[in-house]
């Protein structure tokens, strides 16, 4: 019955491929032509064994920035580089708010096996928006990825341990140092008790340079956080 809603549903609403637009070969439940999963570059070791930079060749050891323990995360790991057809996905769900994207998100992040990218954790906590922000847009794409990212795990997302509450110019716009200071006392702690002692594992969509989940994860540290890793769907390479 599944199979035919389906095939009926391509049949009346055709679905385009979220990369380039195209309808061959294209699913419902994976908006992806084949040209443009061939596009798809998944992350894997040797990586840094803390931030998750990857290393042309080698084993897994830490990076340069890590070495002089840069970082408030024990690890973060990332499933693609942030490029097509990835980049369209992420942009399309935050800013054109197409939910559809979250669907083929769910899929890849099914065939990266997010779940053995990171530690088990006690909880799951979003990287939180402004409530201005958040009512502008109507939901808060990290939430969405942690539901789609982590399926087994969706009780133990937590919404009110950790808030924004300073609205900050988008990550976008700022670089290197003026990143972190954009952030600095931008994010405070809620209900606390729910990740006192617990292993956390934060999640947003892109790592740039990792000073969104950086200073998230020092706060809830010093909150009693036992321990905080960071996952995102992608990560922006250095060029
Ligand atoms: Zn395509
Ligand atoms: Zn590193």
């Not at 637009?21 to 992806?32: I, P």
């Not at 990586?47 to 840069?70: K, Y």
């Not at 992420?90 to 769910?106: A, I, R």
């Not at 992040?109 to 922000?133: C, F, N, T, W, Y």
Request: aromatic share 6%.
């Amino acid at each position: 019955m599944r199979v035919l809603t389906d095939g009926l549903k391509d049949l009346l609403f055709p679905p385009r491929c979220h990369g380039c637009g195209q309808q061959k070969g294209v699913r419902h439940n994976l908006l992806l032509c084949s040209s443009c999963r061939s596009l798809l570059s998944p992350l894997s070791s040797p990586l840094c064994s803390c931030c998750g930079a990857p290393f042309p060749s080698g084993e897994d050891h830490l990076c340069g920035i890590c070495l002089r323990d840069s970082f408030a995360f024990t690890r973060a790991r990332s499933l693609f580089v942030y490029k097509e057809p990835v980049s369209s996905l992420l942009l399309g769900l935050k800013f054109g708010g197409d939910l559809g994207m979250l669907d083929t998100l769910s899929v890849l992040a099914r065939q990266g096996k997010a779940e053995s990218a990171v530690q088990a954790p006690d909880v799951i906590i979003p990287v939180p928006l402004h409530k201005k922000r958040l009512q502008s847009r109507g939901f808060n794409q990290a939430l969405l990825l942690a539901a789609a990212c982590f399926p087994k795990w969706q009780d133990r997302i937590l919404t009110s341990a950790l808030f924004r509450h300073q609205p900050t110019v988008p990550q976008t716009e700022l670089s290197g140092m003026a990143r972190r200071q954009n952030l600095r006392g931008a994010f405070r702690t809620g209900d606390v008790e729910s990740f006192a002692g617990q292993s956390v594992l934060l999640v947003d969509d892109v790592f740039t340079t990792g000073s969104t989940v950086h200073e998230c994860a020092q706060i809830l540290t010093r909150a009693g956080a036992r321990c905080v890793e960071a996952f995102t769907v992608a990560r922006v390479l250095e060029h």
